[in-house]
């Protein structure tokens, strides 16, 4: 009987393409992840982003006791940080309404947004006889 004998050396080797890939995926599981957790960090989200118009005559408004209602350059409405669909504003400021009948209100509207948008609003506003209502504006620097 011939005895046949079997060679055991393994070959290890690792090919550049195959740990480029590896590298390369990391870099992207890494990239997508602190980009996701960076987007959608609770600080950044409860900041609207706003540039208001100037305006000469801007004064500092006192009193914390008021709801803020912004329009973003998109037209997308806010009120108090959270976002609010163009349908369901009435309703939205009527229930604040409701639990604060003296409520004053604070419109910050970005200067470039669409004038229908403000006159969406400002509809809504009237409907609900909501007299308390001022308009946001940065003051203007002196010539």
Do not use: C, H, W
Request: no cysteine.
């Amino acid at each position: 009987m011939i005895k046949i004998e079997s060679r055991k050396d393994y070959l290890v080797a690792l090919e550049s393409v195959a740990m480029t890939d590896i590298v390369m995926n990391m870099f992207i599981f890494f990239f997508i992840s602190f980009s996701l957790i960076y987007t959608f960090n609770p600080t950044r989200i409860s900041k609207v982003d706003v540039k208001l118009p100037k305006a000469s005559t801007a004064v500092a408004l006192e009193g914390a006791e008021r709801t803020v209602l912004t329009i973003t350059r998109k037209g997308s409405f806010f009120m108090d940080d959270e976002k609010v669909s163009p349908g369901k504003l009435k309703g939205a400021l009527a229930s604040r309404l409701k639990e604060n009948p003296s409520m004053s209100l604070l419109l910050k509207v970005d200067s470039m947004t669409k004038f229908d948008n403000v006159v969406k609003a400002l509809d809504v506003i009237n409907e609900l006889n909501i007299s308390k209502v001022s308009v946001a504006a940065v003051k203007q620097a002196e010539k």
